[in-house]
């Protein structure tokens, strides 16, 4: 029974987990509000959620507003390209699937195609620009390539995804964890990912690499 009531136990670990999720996911509906931040919101939802499931320490809403003024700026636009990109593809599709002829079926069946990519790469986006320091041009070139390299992954983080919004709508309560909980789970799966692509830290070097070191190497 002293094992029950063990906080460190992975039990009340995990449960300690999903309250910092519901908050976190509190946080990022307020500062999705006026819809053009939903950018930097996501971003820094995904910066705080890869920390968590590492059981890096700190404080949430600290570093969450960090994330989210630092990367303030290249979230609004690659959050608003990704909005007007989905909207187009969106209205494009309800717009062909009305015509009956053999182009516009084409049309869709290509639209469709571009969209699943679409999907894919914003599962990536936000995680990438929150680990990653780059051009906003840079990050969409290396959120495909990543996205489609880890194929395997990404349509498992798409299947669950899925998964967890339709849990989620028949079983209402797990509302208040919202997105946050699609972000806390997928970031399982990202954490590997991304490390993959972080820069390598130099080990030390001994002494005798030291004294083998020419003074231009030492410099």
Known sequence: MGRLFDLNNPFWNFMGKLVDVMWLNILWLLCCIPIVTIGPATTAL????????????????????HSFKQNLKQGMIIGCIMLLVGLFFWFDIQY?????????????????????????????????????DNTVKNIFYHTFL???????????????????????????????????????????????ILEQYMPKKEEPKTPEELASMTASEVQ
């Open 146 to 192: 990543i996205s489609i390299r880890h194929l395997p992954k990404t349509i498992a983080m798409l299947v669950l995804t899925v998964l967890v919004i339709m849990i989620q709508l028949f079983m209402p309560f797990l509302v208040i964890l919202g997105y946050g909980l699609v972000a806390f789970l997928n970031s399982y799966l990202l954490v590997g």
């Open 46 to 65: 995904y910066y705080v959620m890869l920390k968590l499931v590492k059981d890096e320490e700190g404080s949430l809403t600290k570093n969450f507003f």
């Open 96 to 132: 062909y699937l009305q015509q009956n002829t053999t182009f516009s079926f084409i049309i869709v069946v290509v639209m469709m195609i571009l969209t699943v990519v679409y999907i894919c790469m914003s599962i990536y986006i936000y995680p990438i620009l929150a680990r990653f």
